[in-house]
C-alpha cells in the first residue's frame, strides 16, 4: 500500500512563506517523477511544478520565481517553498508521485492535500 501524506499548509499573510513535505511511504520499487497541484474552490485541480527523479522542474507560469520544487531521493520526498505568497495561492495543494511498484507496474498516486490559505 503506497501512501503520500502532505503537510506543512496553513494560515500566512500576504507576502509570506510556507513549505509544503509530501513523503512516500509503503512498498515500492522505485519513486520516479514527483509533482505538486492545487485546487482551489469553485475551479479545477491545477499544475503547480513537477520535478524527475533526476532533478530536472517544471513549474506553472503563475509561481514561476516564487516557488521552488525539491525532492531527497533517499527519503523519498518531495518539497515545495512557496514565497511571496498571494492571495490567489489560496487552495488546497495536493502531491502526486508516479511510482513503480514491487511487480514493475507504474501508477499514479495522489495525497489528500493540505490546505494553504493566503488572508491578511
Known amino acids: 500500500q503506497v501512501q503520500l501524506v502532505e503537510s506543512g499548509g496553513g494560515l500566512v499573510q500576504p507576502g509570506g512563506s510556507l513549505r509544503l513535505s509530501c513523503p512516500a511511504s509503503?512498498?515500492?520499487?522505485?519513486?520516479?517523477?514527483m509533482g505538486w497541484y492545487r485546487q482551489a474552490p469553485g475551479k479545477q485541480r491545477e499544475f503547480v511544478a513537477t520535478?524527475?527523479?533526476?532533478?530536472?522542474?517544471h513549474y506553472a507560469d503563475s509561481v514561476k520565481g516564487r516557488f521552488a520544487i525539491s525532492r531527497d531521493n533517499a527519503k523519498n520526498t518531495v518539497y515545495l517553498q512557496m514565497n511571496s505568497l498571494k492571495p490567489e495561492d489560496t487552495a488546497v495543494y495536493y502531491c502526486?508521485?508516479?511510482?513503480?511498484?514491487?511487480?514493475?507496474?507504474?501508477?499514479?498516486?495522489w495525497g489528500q492535500g493540505t490546505q494553504v490559505t493566503v488572508s491578511p
Open positions: 520535478i524527475t527523479s533526476g532533478g530536472s522542474t
Open positions: 509503503g512498498k515500492f520499487f522505485s519513486v520516479n517523477a
Open positions: 502526486n508521485a508516479v511510482i513503480t511498484t514491487v511487480s514493475r507496474s507504474r501508477h499514479d498516486y
